[in-house]
T-cell receptor
Framework: AQSVTQLDSQVPVFEEAPVELRCNYS??????LFWYVQYPNQGLQLLLK??????LVKGINGFEAEFNKSQTSFHLRKPSVHISDTAEYFC?????????FGAGTTVTVRA | GAVVSQHPSRVICKSGTSVKIECRSL??????MFWYRQFPKKSLMLMAT?????????EQGVEKDKFLINHASLTLSTLTVTSAHPEDSSFYIC???????????FGSGTRLTVV
């Protein structure tokens, strides 16, 4: 069975500064990895996913993530954030076609 | 891209009544859909996997008689919260995986408030 740990529950950041959201997973088999964003009272929007191949994955809205198998990590980064990036971010692992989510990281971007 | 539509977005009901939430895949067929529950400031908890033409598979601890799931067509799954109580108040989200795609598309969620 897999589990997902998001190491930061809240990340405050200034506008135009970089941000990194950390995610570690545990699984006994190969997995697919995802990052989703959730705005208040909305569903989840896929930012990016890792299935195989290049360990650096680029997603929407300038986000990217790096898969590190040896460290079982899938950290999300953005070099310069905007106010509109204020949201909840979830890391997820897929195994047997089911998604398991981390606890989420609240990103608050300040001017 | 793939779109999953969920209705209603908000519903308020009285204790003891039942509420039905619909989840539709608009531009693809989904033999499997997933229902999640999300508490305030919390992550998503998988409640059940909805299978077209067969019974849903419920996660451990989820009452199947309380949360009735029907997946009668390849584009529609419904979740009915029966005899709702205030503790059932939550944010419910559905998702589906388009064929040939390893990503999951989510509905916009339903905020249920039981008074």
């Amino acid at each position: 069975a897999q589990s997902v740990t998001q190491l930061d529950s809240q990340v405050p950041v200034f506008e135009e500064a970089p941000v990194e959201l950390r995610c570690n997973y545990s699984s006994s088999v190969s997995v697919y990895l995802f990052w989703y964003v959730q705005y208040p009272n909305q569903g989840l929007q896929l930012l990016l996913k890792y299935l195989s191949g290049s360990t650096l994955v680029k997603g929407i809205n300038g986000f990217e993530a790096e898969f590190n198998k040896s460290q079982t990590s899938f950290h999300l980064r953005k070099p310069s954030v905007h106010i509109s990036d204020t949201a909840e971010y979830f890391c997820a692992v897929s195994e047997d076609y089911k998604l398991s989510f981390g606890a989420g990281t609240t990103v608050t971007v300040r001017a | 891209g793939a779109v999953v539509s969920q209705h209603p977005s908000r519903v308020i009901c009285k204790s003891g009544t039942s509420v039905k939430i619909e989840c539709r895949s608009l531009d693809f067929q989904a033999t499997t859909m997933f229902w999640y529950r999300q508490f305030p400031k919390k992550s998503l908890m998988l409640m059940a996997t909805s299978n077209e033409g067969s019974k849903a598979t419920y996660e451990q601890g989820v009452e199947k008689d309380k949360f009735l799931i029907n997946h009668a067509s390849l584009t529609l799954s419904t979740l009915t919260v029966t005899s709702a109580h205030p503790e059932d108040s939550s944010f419910y989200i559905c998702s589906a995986r388009p064929p040939g795609d390893y990503g999951y598309t989510f509905g916009s969620g339903t905020r249920l408030t039981v008074v």
